[in-house]
Nanobody, 124 residues
Framework: QLQLVESGGGLVQPGGSLRLSCAASGYNLDRLNIGWFRQAPGKEREGVICISSSGGVTNYADSVKGRFTISGDSAKNTVYLQMNSLKPEDTAVYYC?????????????????WGQGTQVTVSS
């Protein structure tokens, strides 16, 4: 029943910003741990950042610290990823993923629910 839908990706110049959204349906957001992952061509899927069901935030990737912010809106059942000061190396398909138990996990295998992904391209 739980479904996740990402949106907000697109083409942006280096130094620009994008805001991705992850809309959850069929399950209350405040009972989910929601992580953002990304995968560039030929690369392993990488955990980026996560917000737990208790509201705690964990940064997985040092390269995005200070630039990416995760937040949740319970009323909209949506989690956001605000991406600032984007770099070409941020180019990837971005996915949101959820798990119900145990808090956040950077492991893709530990996250059982996935959105379809949204492409972020940072290029001039």
């Amino acid at each position: 029943q739980l479904q996740l839908v990402e949106s907000g990706g697109g083409l942006v110049q280096p130094g620009g910003s994008l805001r991705l959204s992850c809309a959850a349906s069929g399950y209350n957001l405040d009972r989910l741990n929601i992580g953002w992952f990304r995968q560039a061509p030929g690369k392993e899927r990488e955990g980026v950042i996560c917000i737990s069901s208790s509201g705690g935030v964990t940064n997985y990737a040092d390269s995005v610290k200070g630039r990416f912010t995760i937040s949740g809106d319970s009323a909209k059942n949506t989690v956001y990823l605000q991406m600032n000061s984007l770099k070409p190396e941020d180019t990837a398909v971005y996915y949101c993923a959820a798990r119900k138990w145990g808090g956040c996990s950077p492991s893709a295998l530990a996250n059982n629910y996935w959105g379809q992904g949204t492409q972020v391209t940072v290029s001039s």
